[in-house]
């Protein structure tokens, strides 16, 4: 099944810096915490997008690591690079499909990793099928999405500023089914974990702005409910109108981002 995504850098820093702002929780810490990685790793993120999980793994080992991050976005590996520079880490950047097979060598990697972008693979049983192969025996793949109960607050604004259903998202819709069940069923062993932060919107300011970026990321994934510019615009101000009677009717804005953190044990 082929799912219509594309991401964009600064789309994607914008609902990364409002996590870090507005949420309690550090959800790398959360994942290192599990993860426990040993110096010396060989590491592989797919879809390692602007390189975050990357950098989060040379900081926690120090650089005694030897990771390559790998992404089908041009634009997405360009800031990813620019950031690796600026810190002087070691990390690699390659292009990377999940769909094709992975130029890697069988059981040459001791961890692998795909954070908020497997549930996009056209054919999930594939791709695990490349990662285990990859993987040495031992070797975890661990990957992290959204849950069903993720940002509903997000969804209930949108749904009752625009009267219509929300679309089925490739990521809530079906990681914790579908995806799960494909990994159990190439894996030997898999963990399930859960991650959630409550966001806290005192203003409906930074609320609209991870909207914006959200409903921006892929808008064919909402053409639902909207076409082109101006149709985008106008229904940005129908949410503007009630995510701020929502904040007239108390405190703050609150949207709890719920995670699965999958880790599967070859």
């Known amino acids: 099944m082929s799912i219509p995504y594309r991401e964009t ?82 990390i690699r950047y390659v292009p990377l499909d999940f769909n094709v097979p992975f130029a890697f060598p069988e059981a040459s990697l001791d961890l692998v990793s795909c954070c908020f972008a497997i549930y996009y693979a056209e054919d999930p049983e594939f791709t695990f099928r490349e990662v285990h192969r990859i993987l040495k025996d031992g070797g975890r793949f661990f990957t992290t999405g959204p849950l069903p109960e993720n940002k509903r607050l ?57 909207t914006r970026a959200s409903l921006s990321e892929d808008r064919k994934l909402w053409s639902g409910l909207f076409h082109g510019a101006d149709d985008f615009e106008r229904v940005m101000a129908q949410i503007e109108a009630v995510a701020r009677k929502r904040l007239n009717e108390s405190e703050a804005l609150v949207m709890t981002k719920v995670v699965g953190g999958f880790t599967a044990w070859k």
């Open 9 to 90: 850098a600064s789309d994607l820093q914008t609902r990364i810096d409002i996590h870090q702002t507005y949420g309690g929780k550090d959800i790398d810490a959360w994942m290192l915490g599990i993860l426990d990685l040993a110096p010396g790793s060989r590491i592989l993120d797919v879809g390692c997008g602007a390189g975050k999980q990357c950098l989060a793994f040379y900081r926690a080992l120090r650089g005694n690591a030897e990771i390559t991050g790998g992404d089908v976005s041009v634009e997405l590996l360009g800031e990813a690079e620019r950031a690796r520079a600026r810190e002087g880490a070691t």
């Open 154 to 210: 997000f969804y209930e604004v949108i749904q009752e500023a625009t009267g219509r259903a929300i679309p089925p998202m490739p990521g809530s819709s079906r990681y914790g089914s579908l995806i799960l069940q494909a990994l159990q069923a190439q894996f030997r062993v898999v963990d399930v974990h859960r991650f959630e932060n409550p966001l806290r919107f005192e203003t409906a300011e930074p609320f609209l702005a991870y």
